[in-house]
C-alpha cells in the first residue's frame, strides 16, 4: 500500500514541476520576442545590411530625385477678393444694399522662378484678388503683389514681398517644353485642397505626357477654350492649379492649369500650359506688368466638306484694314496650312500658332495658293486696343471705342459699342470684366467711348443698367452710381 501509495505523490511533483518550466520557459520567449522588435535594423547581419542598402538605393528613382529638387520652390497661393452679392431671391433683392459685396477666400499653387522671389502661377487664381499670401513648403508666409497677368493664356506673375535679411529662397528650374515625348514621366506639383491639409509640403503625383499640342473646348464661361496644352494623367486636383508640371530630370515643363472632370475630381485628364510660352509671358509681365500679344489681323475660318470627312481646310475669311497681314500679302479665300511650328487643320490651331507667336518677332504663315505651298513672312504689330486712345469714364472705367480693327482683334459681332480696357476693383466687383463691350447704359445706345462716359457722368447717384457683350452673349449688371 505505502509503495503504490507513493505513486500520485511522484506524478504530483512531475507535474508541479512541469508547469513551473513551462512558465518560466513562456517567459523567456516574451523576453526574446521584446528583444527582437527593440533590434534596430542596421545592427543585423552584414549580408541583410548590404541587401537593405541595395533595396534603399533603389527606392531613389527618378521620380523621387525630381521631385526633391522642384517641391522646395513649389508655394501655396491664398487670396482674398471681393465679390458682388447677387440676388438670388425676390427677399435677398429687397434686401440686401446696392453694390453689396462680400470677402471670399481663393487657394491655388506656384512655383518660385528667381531668388528675389518672382512667383507663377494662374491667372484665374489670384483673379480680382484684394490680398494674396504665398506659403513656402517650410513653412515660411509672405505677402505678395500681382505683377501682371494675361487672361487668356490664364497666367499670372506675382512678386514675394521679401524682408530684409530673409534666407534665400529656393528657385525651380526651368526645362524646355519643345519636344516632349508622348509617355514620358512627369510629376504634378502642388498644394491641391490647400489647408485642408494640414502641414504646407506640396503634394506629388506621377504619370506621364498623354498628349501635346491639345486644344480643349469649353471653360468656366469666361474663357471659350485653352490652346496647345500639355495632357497629362498625373492626378490634378483642386488647388493644384499653378503648380509646376515636371519631367524627370526635375526641371518644370509647364504649368497645371486645368482638368476635364464629371465628378470634379482627377480622371487622368490634366492639362498644362507650356513652360516655353510662361517663360516668354513672364519676361513681358516682369518688365512693366503688361503681356504685348502678337496681332496680324487675320482670321480663318473651316471649310466643310460633304460626306464623312468632318473637315476639308481652313481659309483666311477677314483681313482688318492696314493689319500686318494685309502689308504682308495675305488675302481673304487664301487656305492656311501653317503659322509658325503649328501645322493648321482647324481654326483652333490658327489660334494656337498666334498664341505662341512673339510681339516683333516675323511669323511665318504657310497657304497654298495654286496648288502650291509658299510661305509668307508677317511681321506681329500691336493689337488696335493697345493704341486707341483711352477714354477715362468716372474713376472706375478705361474704354476705348470700337472699330473694325479692335472688332476683328476681338473676335466680337457687335459693330458698335465702347471696349473695357481697364477697370478698378469696384468695377470688377459689379461682375465685369476686361475684354467685355459696353453696348447700352440705361435706355442709350452706346456708340463710342466719349458716349459711354458722357452717360456715366450724367447718371450720379441714380441706378445704371449696363449691357455687354461677352463671349459672343449679352449679358448686364447693376448698379449705383455714387452722387
Do not use: K
Amino acid at each position: 500500500m505505502q509503495h503504490t501509495s507513493l505513486i500520485p505523490v511522484f506524478a504530483l511533483l512531475a507535474l508541479t514541476t512541469a508547469c513551473g518550466g513551462a512558465a518560466s520557459g513562456s517567459q523567456t520567449a516574451r523576453e526574446r520576442e521584446r528583444e527582437q522588435l527593440e533590434e534596430v535594423p542596421a545592427a543585423r547581419a552584414p549580408v541583410a545590411a548590404q541587401a537593405s542598402d541595395r533595396a534603399q538605393d533603389s527606392r531613389r528613382t527618378a521620380i523621387v530625385v525630381a521631385s526633391q529638387r522642384v517641391a522646395p520652390a513649389v508655394v501655396s497661393v491664398n487670396v482674398l477678393r471681393r465679390e458682388r452679392v447677387v440676388p438670388r431671391t425676390l427677399w435677398e433683392e429687397m434686401m440686401l444694399p446696392p453694390g453689396a459685396e462680400r470677402e471670399t477666400a481663393g487657394l491655388g499653387s506656384g512655383f518660385i522662378i528667381t531668388a528675389e522671389g518672382l512667383v507663377i502661377t494662374n491667372e484665374h487664381v489670384v483673379r480680382a484678388a484684394s490680398e494674396v499670401v504665398v506659403t513656402l513648403p517650410d513653412g515660411r508666409e509672405f505677402d505678395a503683389d500681382v505683377v501682371g497677368s494675361d487672361e487668356v493664356n490664364d497666367l499670372a506673375l506675382l512678386r514675394i514681398r521679401l524682408p530684409r535679411g530673409e534666407p534665400a529662397l529656393p528657385v525651380a528650374p526651368l526645362g524646355n517644353s519643345d519636344g516632349l515625348m508622348i509617355g514620358e514621366w512627369v510629376i504634378a506639383i502642388g498644394n491641391p485642397f490647400g489647408f485642408l491639409l494640414s502641414n504646407p509640403e506640396p503634394s506629388v503625383s506621377a504619370g506621364v505626357v498623354s498628349a501635346v499640342g491639345r486644344n480643349i473646348l469649353g471653360g468656366d464661361g469666361q474663357r471659350s477654350y485653352s490652346l496647345d496644352m500639355i495632357q497629362t494623367d498625373a492626378s490634378i486636383n483642386p488647388g493644384n492649379s499653378g503648380g509646376a508640371l515636371v519631367n524627370a530630370l526635375g526641371e518644370v515643363i509647364g504649368v497645371n492649369s486645368s482638368i476635364l472632370s464629371n465628378s470634379g475630381g482627377s480622371e487622368g485628364l490634366g492639362f498644362a500650359i507650356p513652360i516655353n510660352r510662361a517663360r516668354r509671358i513672364a519676361l513681358d509681365l516682369a518688365d512693366d506688368g503688361q503681356y504685348r500679344r502678337a496681332w496680324i489681323g487675320a482670321e480663318v475660318e473651316p471649310v466643310r466638306a460633304e460626306g464623312p470627312r468632318r473637315l476639308a481646310e481652313v481659309r483666311i475669311s477677314v483681313i482688318a484694314p492696314g493689319s500686318p497681314a494685309e502689308r504682308a500679302g495675305l488675302r481673304t479665300g487664301m487656305r492656311v496650312v501653317g503659322i509658325g511650328r503649328q501645322r493648321v487643320r482647324t481654326p483652333l490651331d490658327w489660334q494656337a500658332g498666334l498664341l505662341n507667336a512673339a510681339y516683333g518677332e516675323p511669323l511665318e504663315v504657310r497657304v497654298m495658293e495654286n496648288g502650291r505651298e509658299r510661305a509668307v513672312r508677317v511681321q506681329p504689330g500691336d493689337l488696335p486696343s493697345v493704341n486707341a486712345e483711352r477714354i477715362q469714364a468716372l474713376r472706375d472705367f478705361q474704354l476705348v471705342t470700337l472699330t473694325p480693327a479692335i472688332r476683328a482683334e476681338r473676335g466680337l459681332t457687335n459693330e458698335q459699342g465702347a471696349l473695357i480696357v481697364g477697370l478698378s476693383d469696384a468695377a470688377r466687383g459689379l461682375g465685369l470684366q476686361e475684354g467685355d463691350l459696353v453696348l447700352q447704359i440705361n435706355r442709350l445706345r452706346i456708340t463710342s467711348a466719349e458716349s459711354a462716359a458722357q452717360a456715366l457722368q450724367q447718371l450720379g447717384g441714380r441706378s445704371v443698367v449696363m449691357y455687354f457683350e461677352r463671349g459672343g452673349r449679352v449679358g448686364s449688371t447693376q448698379f449705383v452710381i455714387g452722387g
